[in-house]
């Protein structure tokens, strides 16, 4: 069965500081996906990023960067020279190909920058 | 904005009755998902179609269905309704293959008084 967990329930944080968001996974497949969603406090849950499990290449997207690790079931979030903005719930994700692509989701982190 | 619109954004109800929400894909995203976040249970997947089918079920009670029509819009119908129901049920949708991210619609807020 697959799981996903977040151990980290909530991070407080001061601005510019970087902040890393760790997810672990559980899966018995060997073709899975992973994604991280941010939930503002507005509700919305916004995509940021999908990661397949035969690429193991880290991604940076601005301040945004994620370390994906198959050896740790790793995959890890940090945000760089954290802003407000950036307040939100952080939630992981796993899907497999088994399950139609149903998104299996962790537990979320709040994660607070402090101005 | 994703492109998945949900109505209503608020939904207020007694127990005992019956609501349905509705959700409208993005444009060419075939497949429907609906989703329950509680702060007791988190996010929980309930249901998906895929182009009018039903193609997976997840933690869905018998009091709760859905469908999804030719024109792609779903539907999530939740009846007999229990206090414990008070949500907030997201939709989101997606082309299909289980590799591509889902984007997910505002979500509506459910309170069963």
């Known amino acids: 069965a697959q799981k996903v967990t977040q151990a980290q329930t909530e991070i407080s944080v001061v601005e510019k500081e970087d902040v890393t968001l760790d997810c672990v996974y559980e899966t018995r497949d060997t073709t899975y996906y992973l994604f991280w969603y941010k939930q503002p406090p507005s509700g919305e849950l916004v995509f940021l990023i999908r990661?397949?499990?035969?690429?193991?290449q880290n991604e940076i997207s601005g301040r945004y960067s994620w370390n994906f690790q198959k050896s740790t079931s790793s995959f890890n979030f940090t945000i760089t020279a954290s802003q407000v903005v950036d307040s939100a719930v952080y939630f992981c994700a796993l899907s497999e190909p088994t399950s139609y692509g149903k998104l299996t989701f962790g537990q979320g982190t709040i994660l607070t920058v402090h101005p | 904005d994703s492109g998945v619109t949900q109505t209503p954004k608020h939904l207020i109800t007694a127990t005992g009755q019956r609501v349905t929400l509705r959700c409208s894909p993005r444009?060419?995203?075939?497949?429907v998902y609906w989703y329950q976040q509680s702060l007791d249970q988190g996010l929980q997947f309930l249901i998906q179609y895929y182009n009018g089918e039903e193609r997976a079920k997840g933690n869905i009670l018998e009091r709760f269905s859905a469908q999804q029509f030719p024109d792609l819009h779903s539907e999530l119908n939740l009846s007999s309704l229990e206090l414990g129901d008070s949500a907030l049920y997201f939709c989101?949708?997606?082309?299909?293959?289980?590799?591509?991210?889902?984007?997910f619609g505002p979500g509506t807020r459910l309170t069963v008084t």
């Open positions: 990661r397949n499990s035969f690429d193991e």
């Open positions: 444009s060419g995203d075939l497949s």
């Open positions: 989101a949708s997606s082309v299909g293959d289980p590799s591509y991210e889902q984007y």
